[in-house]
């Protein structure tokens, strides 16, 4: 399996990650600590070797946990995997809102506190590639770059991104300390961020795709019988799991079956190979806990798509009427 390079920054990652989140936090009642680590270090005999985590991926009871989780885990294979983590966001918890709203905060000494507190929950001496969570409107782009560099240069951290950044973030940041990627949302349900392919490859910066199965809506393998505790799963909220949403995305996911049938292969494997295929710096990080997912998922590295084929999508994917998704705003596509 040929390992990718996120941008011009000599960081090599497996094409398909693994997004660890879904262990501790988001999708339910969380798994069991020790099934976890075992499926995590299943994923590293597989052939997984990019992994991606957050200090705030946790449960009430144990808010880092999935950070924990993820450094005992890969403590055996350190020099074999990247980690990357995030920093700089907090949920509102009295809001009485569900999911809780998100606080940015990228102040230094925030960022300070939390690189230290990461470090050590990951049993890491350096962290390979660190995450800005979420833009902070009340802290400007060069000084958070500017705590970058002088992390990269204490050897804290080797790489750092933004997630869900748009151009002028990018720009002003990038000038003060290069940016290796940005993590984004981006499926076949979500292409607003491919405006900024352009951008990326005139940077020589890296794309580490999230939620690339739109939350495992892509998958085909929820109807409307399917159900999600609303205290503990976000899909219990999210728009493209309502009913009436599973009758408007119909011709995505049979677009899905279709093209699954004539390369044996999976609609969640489709929807992967068809972000693979679009650029050579991308990487995408679905989230699993199921071990025959976790090997389903890799295997879309093999699947082959012509450009023929990828615009054809496209071009479908430009026709088809679909839901609203979450986390999207405006599901408007300008390339």
């Known amino acids: 399996m040929k390992k990718r390079e996120l941008g011009k920054s000599g960081l090599f990652v497996s094409p398909i990650g693994l997004g660890c989140m879904g262990f501790s936090h988001a999708y339910g009642k969380p798994t069991d600590r020790k099934k976890a680590i075992e499926m995590i270090r299943e994923a590293v005999k597989i052939g997984y070797t990019f992994f991606d985590t957050a200090e705030i991926y946790g449960s009430e009871e144990n808010p880092h946990e999935n ?42 000494e925030v960022i300070r506190k939390s ?12 962290i390979d590639l660190y995450f800005q969570h979420r833009i902070d409107p009340h802290v400007e782009p060069e000084k958070v770059a500017k705590v970058m560099k002088e992390l990269i240069a204490e050897g804290k951290i080797a790489h750092w991104g933004v997630s869900e950044a748009d151009e002028e973030y990018i720009r002003r940041a990038h000038a003060v300390c290069p940016i290796t990627a940005i993590q984004n949302r981006y499926s076949m349900m979500a292409r ?33 019988d399917s159900h999600f505790d609303k205290h503990l799963d976000y899909r219990s909220v999210m728009p493209q799991f309502t009913n009436d949403a599973i009758d408007e995305n119909q011709q995505l996911l049979d677009l899905l079956k279709m093209i699954a049938q004539q390369k044996n292969a999976t609609s969640a494997q489709i929807s992967l190979a068809w972000m693979l295929s679009k650029k050579p710096y991308l990487s995408a ?4 806990r199921k071990i025959e997912r976790l090997k389903e998922n890799f295997q879309a590295c093999e699947i082959e798509l012509s450009q023929e084929e990828i615009k054809m999508i496209d071009q479908k994917l430009n026709e088809i009427p679909m839901s609203a998704v979450f986390g999207v705003s405006s599901k408007k596509v300008e390339v």
Do not use: C, W
Not at 91 to 104: A, V
Not at 115 to 126: A, G, Y
């Open 285 to 288: 990080i679905p989230g699993t």
């Open 115 to 126: 690189v230290d507190e990461s470090l050590q929950r990951l049993q890491v001496d350096m």
């Open 192 to 224: 607003h961020y491919e405006k900024l392919f352009p951008v990326l490859e005139e940077l020589g910066i890296g794309f580490v795709a999230f939620s690339p199965i739109t939350n495992g809506f892509l998958s085909d393998k929820y109807g409307k």
């Open 67 to 108: 950070e924990e989780i993820v450094g005992e885990a890969l403590k055996p294979y350190r020099d074999q995997v990247v980690i990357s983590t995030k920093f700089g966001i907090r949920f509102d918890t009295e809001s009485g809102q569900y999911p809780s709203p998100l606080i940015p905060d990228a102040r230094e």
